[in-house]
């Protein structure tokens, strides 16, 4: 326990009374219905793979500790992962369970034994608890309560499995001041001056282009203010202007920015003896700096209030690793500073409900002229004007030396890739000819990042065949694996079986066979939050055929075009026939970002029109019966 948490329960054992509430709780513990141990189904929403019973909050005014106790029944065998799941929580936090199941018509209980809680240290003060329950199986009901000082960062109403029951209290108390924000849109209801109750809570649904659920469902987040007692008084996140000062002041954030490493001073004479240029020495600092091996954890802080000892292992979280590109930009004189961030999937920051516990990542900012460049060192195979897609989110905290300000966190960079395919039909209607495809920033960063999962390129080849069925390629050529900062080349000689279907004396060609749009990505009839692509995208597909002599086209679809308003978005498909030749032109653009839910009805619609045209057919004939266009 931490120096300030020890002072503060100090005070609480010596000022608190020995009084407990007499509020009167939905749920208990260790007494579970049996009826709900018989439930096989879930009536409100029988798709349920499993649904909360009940889940019950309280904050106990007069001894500060918050406790939850969240009671889940599992129904069917996919809900029995949910067996194992993490939840932030502090270092005092206390953590039980049980597990009922009903054998031969008696209920038998385990316990949670210890060794299954686990607690990782991510920060000084901040703990990701990771537990396994015993003996889950369909039928089951588990119990979990958690006890902690002070109030948990958030209090979900609503998650991805329905929840029959959700209370919340929350006592009155001078000594502890705090603020409460609601996020979501399922109605959470007031009950008296200090209890909230939600009642057969929909399971929230997440659908395709969706930045995280952590911005839509039912839930209170809580920031603690001050605390404050007779003789002592500890402030807290106020303002931004305060969570500026606060990080600069922290050991673990400010101190490891301006704790040198000395390590860094031979990188930098070697990137000086090369460079001139400042964008050169930026890019050989990310570059050099992306030699030490990220560890897959995203964090704001370090571990260490000195990185030294981190740079010289070779390996550091996400906030090591961007500290030390700051640290050698500096020595290198190109001006940076920290970023501080909420991720994709931890849900957007407000601007106007500062918030210290929301913030869990940090990457650096280098301004050289006027240009500014956002820049984070974990991904090996990003350039450097690049953000990996979990920064991408709304906006983030440049951290300075005054009050800080905000930062746009959005990218002009696309997911940009163009496929040509020029083939030729054979006499027995199999495609045989090339396929070259060209993959740009985010397209292309994708695709090495996928590459390098496979052992060699027969290997990846293999894979590609099996994700194309009909396709065998016969020869290869990859360009720019490994120059990032080139698009990637692909060039395939391929044969294809499956390009064409005979129905009595049609013959029907899909260009579209390998890049067909076959189901809609946005399956509700209306949504009511944005659909975020986190950067623009473009594809571009053109598809030239030559057929045997002998036959001729017999049907040609008619071009399309669909265009969103304001130019946000667009579909071109063109078809052009030339005697024996077929020429298809398809490009689809996604020109901004971010769609208001009003707008989801024309993206909606702009899918169900690809699916449409892509399902259609060319068809073609012997020439003696085909018609003339």
Known sequence: MTKTFSLVAFCFFFFISTQFSSAKAPIKFGKVDIEDLKMTVYEPDTSAAAVVLCKYGFFNGNDYRFTTITRVKILKKSGVSLSEFSFPGKEDMQVRGKVYNLENGEVVEERLRNESIYKLKITEDYY??????????????????????????????????????????????????FRKRSRGYFPVMPQGDNAYVAKNVPAFKTESFMDSKENYISKFEFDILRVSFPGYFKGFTTSWEAVNKRLRSNSYFGGALTNGVGGLNAVKKEIEAKYSDPYDKMIAAYEAIKQVEWNEVESLFS?????????????????????????????????ALPVAISTRENGRLHQFYPSLEKLNYMFIRAKIGDKEYLLDATEKLMPADMLPLRCLNKTGRLINNESGTWIDLKTDKKDKSSSLYDLKLNENLEAEGTLKCKRFEYSAYDFRKQYKKYASEDEFLEAFEYEHPGLRVKDCT????????????????????????????????????????????????????????????????????????????????????????????????????LGNKLSVTYVMKIDKAIFTSEEYAYLKHLYALVIEKHAEPVIIKKSQDAASL
Request: hydrophobic share 40%.
């Open 128 to 177: 990701r608890m990771k537990v396994a329950l015993p003996n889950i199986k369909v039928g089951s009901i588990y119990d979990i309560e958690t006890t902690q000082l002070l109030l948990p960062s958030e209090f979900a109403f609503q998650r991805e499995i329905p929840v029959r029951y959700c209370e919340l209290v929350l006592e009155n108390t001078p000594e502890v001041e």
């Open 303 to 335: 571990t260490e209030s000195h990185l030294g000892g981190v740079y010289k292992d070779k390996k550091a979280n996400s906030a090591e690793i961007n500290m030390m590109l700051y640290q050698l930009l500096q020595k290198l004189d190109v001006y």
């Open 478 to 577: 990859l360009t720019n694996l490994d120059s990032i900062y080139k698009p990637v080349s692909e060039d395939y000689t391929i044969k294809v079986s499956n390009l064409t279907q005979q129905v009595g004396e049609m013959i029907m060609i899909n260009p579209f066979v390998f890049d067909k749009v076959e189901s809609n990505p946005f399956k509700m009839e209306e949504r009511k939050y944005p659909v975020d692509f986190a950067y623009k995208r473009e594809k571009l597909v053109m598809f030239n055929l030559t057929i045997p002599d002998g036959y001729g086209f017999d049907a040609v679809p008619k071009p399309t075009r669909i265009l969103l308003p304001e130019k946000s978005g667009s579909v071109l498909i063109n078809y052009s026939v």
